[in-house]
């Protein structure tokens, strides 16, 4: 007879290379549960299948609840700046130009085109269409800009 404990090793395994094939990041708690059921079930032979099945049960939840939020802060939360903006957001780089492509009439916002993208655009003076304008600082998805 097949020690359980190899089998729940196997389901462990198995759960952690789908986890590498698959998105989400949920499959590797219930590796992570499988093969602490393994060594249980190693370390104590004499195991019933319906105290392996609670073990895998609360492991497996348990390391869920306490531990994926922690960890998906840790290695895939996006990288932030001291503003606390998203990197991946802040694109314009402060002194790189671009075009006026709708007048610019404080307090309203105009329209640039700036790295190849039509952006909305703030200044403290009128910009009319077809300025150059110079970057001077980004906040959110707005670009503030200065005539050149």
Same mark, same amino acid.
């Given at each position: 007879m097949v020690d359980p404990a190899l089998y729940w090793l196997i389901?462990?395994?198995? *759960?952690?290379? @789908?986890?590498?094939?698959?998105?989400?990041?949920?499959?590797? &708690? /219930? #590796?992570?549960? %499988?093969?602490?059921?393994?060594?249980?079930?190693?370390?104590?032979?004499?195991?019933?299948?319906?105290?392996?099945?609670?073990?895998?049960?609360?492991?497996? *939840?348990?390391? @869920?609840?306490?531990?994926?939020?922690?960890?998906?802060?840790? &290695? /895939? #939360?996006?990288? %932030?700046?001291?503003?606390?903006?998203?990197?991946?957001?802040?694109?314009?780089?402060?002194?790189?130009?671009?075009?006026?492509?709708?007048?610019?009439?404080?307090?309203?916002?105009?329209?640039?085109?700036?790295?190849?993208?039509s952006w909305r655009a703030t200044a403290d003076e009128r910009i009319?269409?077809?300025?150059?304008?110079?970057?001077?600082?980004?906040?959110?998805?707005?670009?503030?800009?200065?005539?050149?």
């Amino acid at each position: 007879m097949v020690d359980p404990a190899l089998y729940w090793l196997i389901i462990g395994v198995m *759960l952690f290379v @789908l986890e590498l094939v698959l998105p989400g990041f949920v499959l590797f &708690f /219930f #590796a992570t549960g %499988a093969l602490l059921t393994a060594l249980v079930a190693w370390l104590v032979p004499a195991t019933s299948v319906a105290l392996q099945l609670a073990l895998f049960s609360i492991a497996s *939840l348990g390391t @869920l609840l306490s531990l994926r939020g922690v960890i998906q802060k840790r &290695f /895939f #939360a996006p990288a %932030a700046t001291a503003e606390g903006e998203d990197v991946d957001r802040q694109l314009a780089v402060p002194g790189d130009r671009g075009v006026v492509c709708s007048t610019i009439a404080p307090p309203a916002e105009g329209r640039i085109k700036y790295s190849g993208t039509s952006w909305r655009a703030t200044a403290d003076e009128r910009i009319e269409e077809g300025e150059i304008v110079a970057v001077v600082r980004q906040q959110g998805l707005v670009i503030h800009v200065e005539k050149v």
